[in-house]
């Protein structure tokens, strides 16, 4: 009498019974080169949106303001600071409407451009940067600048909109647009320097 097939497997073991492969699904598979390529369009189509929302915020909007704020400036453009005379003559010239415009412009691209910049700055420093100690400290500057530049315009907004100008929020206000503007600039070398070190460790083969 035939066996069958389970008793045949068990009188021979594993030996009658053939592997079975497993199965791969290749289309979810990707060369190192390609998550590569993936990541850098995804960084270069994040440093373009943070060039836009920097033309869009300082470039644009902030100087467009300036046509309902007398030709005053604004706080946010000023590099080197403010004082209390400005501010001032910009409370005064100012009325609700335009302040409500100021910070509708802060709760967007005000918002929006440093949290990208930091965003694609750490995303770009852990790539390229592969000495831990050296890549947290290249964090350092995009975090704090994303962190002075949204309080300084809840800064801004507080000092414009208060009954009664103080002017400790004026200073404290003044030295965040300053700071941010200076962490702007220690960002924008902080990728310099990973973009070095990153062409350093993946230099571009010469062609014969």
């Known amino acids: 009498m035939a066996k069958t097939p389970a008793q045949r497997a068990a009188k021979h073991g594993n030996a009658a019974t053939p592997p079975v492969a497993p199965v791969v699904n290749t289309s979810t598979q990707r060369s190192p080169h390609k998550a ?14 943070c060039l836009f929302l920097f033309w869009y915020f300082h470039l644009l909007t902030l100087n467009q303001m300036t046509d309902i704020s007398g030709g005053l400036t604004m706080p946010d453009s000023m590099v080197f600071g403010f004082d209390v005379a400005h501010v001032e003559a910009l409370r005064s010239a100012m009325d609700s409407d335009a302040r409500g415009q100021l910070q509708f412009v802060h709760k967007t ?18 790539m390229n940067v592969a000495k831990k100690s050296l890549r947290r400290i290249l964090w350092i500057f995009p975090v704090l600048f994303a962190v002075a530049q949204l309080w300084a315009n809840v ?20 030295a965040l647009v300053s700071a941010s503007w200076l962490l702007l600039i220690l960002t924008l070398a902080s990728i310099g320097v990973a973009l070095f070190l990153g062409r350093k460790k993946n230099p571009v083969p010469s062609q014969a």
Request: aromatic residues 2%; charged residues 5%; hydrophobic residues 60%.
């Open 36 to 49: 590569q390529s993936n990541a850098n369009m995804l960084l270069i189509a994040g440093s373009v949106a």
């Open 109 to 126: 691209a005000g918002m929006l451009f440093p949290l990208v910049l930091g965003l694609v700055a750490m995303t770009m420093i852990a």
């Open 155 to 174: 800064s801004i907004d507080n000092m414009l909109g208060a009954e009664t100008l103080d002017s400790g929020a004026v200073a404290l206000a003044s």
